[in-house]
């Protein structure tokens, strides 16, 4: 049997069939928002090893609206998947600085200031944002804070002069530095210290929430 009939005949032709099928299946559900069904099928493609930035700006859809759902560990699995097909693009990595941002709101609200600055950072290393920048220089300013209640001055010091290479404008950092975090501090401007934060702490949430939604928005105007 010549050689080339034996490899026609133990070619199987399944897979590219069915890779073809979810290209033009996929082109139909995004031209008809059919989002559940365009992340399905996104799915099965880069299974399949398929590429392109059709395929990548489905992945990016699904790990945006995996997100918004609270869906942090689903959404870094779609953007590990989309990685090698992104070129470290731009946008791919504000995408993923999103997910990091997302994960440091998390440990924020428990009051984990550690890891969410260890997040922030993250985020704003890939991305280079304004807007992760800001926040981190917030959540080492209020890791200094507990690191001065526990009267370990030295970090606390060490914080302080982070944030404020980040964003000496914060009004946390603020707070720190004029109540004399750089000097020795007495009983009393411990409890000046406290009240500043708290005192700027809505001025500072107003800012970084405005910073959030100017980002939204012009994430919105991308899509």
Do not use: N
């Amino acid at each position: 049997m010549p050689l080339a009939l034996l490899a026609l005949l133990l070619f199987d032709p399944t897979p590219v069939v069915m890779k073809a099928a979810d290209e033009a299946a996929l082109v139909a559900a995004m031209q008809q928002g059919d989002w559940p069904q365009a992340h399905l099928r996104a799915l099965r493609l880069v299974e399949a090893g398929g590429g392109g930035r059709l395929l990548l700006g489905a992945l990016d859809h699904l790990a945006d609206t995996q997100i918004k759902a609270g869906q942090l560990a689903e959404a870094q699995d779609t953007l590990k998947r989309a990685a090698p097909l992104s070129g470290g693009a731009p946008r791919f990595r504000e995408r993923v600085a999103r997910l990091y941002r997302a994960y440091a709101a998390r440990h924020a609200a428990e009051g984990d200031w550690g890891a969410a600055a260890g997040w922030l950072r993250a985020a704003y290393v890939i991305a280079g944002l304004d807007l992760d920048r800001v926040a981190l220089a917030g959540a080492l300013a209020e890791r200094a804070a507990a690191r001065l209640h526990a009267d370990d001055l030295s970090s606390a010091r060490a914080l302080l002069a982070e944030a404020e290479a980040l964003d000496r404008r914060h009004p946390k950092v603020e707070a720190l530095r004029r109540a004399g975090l750089h000097g020795a501090l007495d009983p009393r401007a411990r409890l000046i210290i406290l009240a500043l934060i708290l005192g700027l702490g809505v001025l500072a949430l107003k800012r970084l929430r405005g910073l959030f939604r100017r980002r939204a928005a012009w994430e919105d105007h991308l899509k």
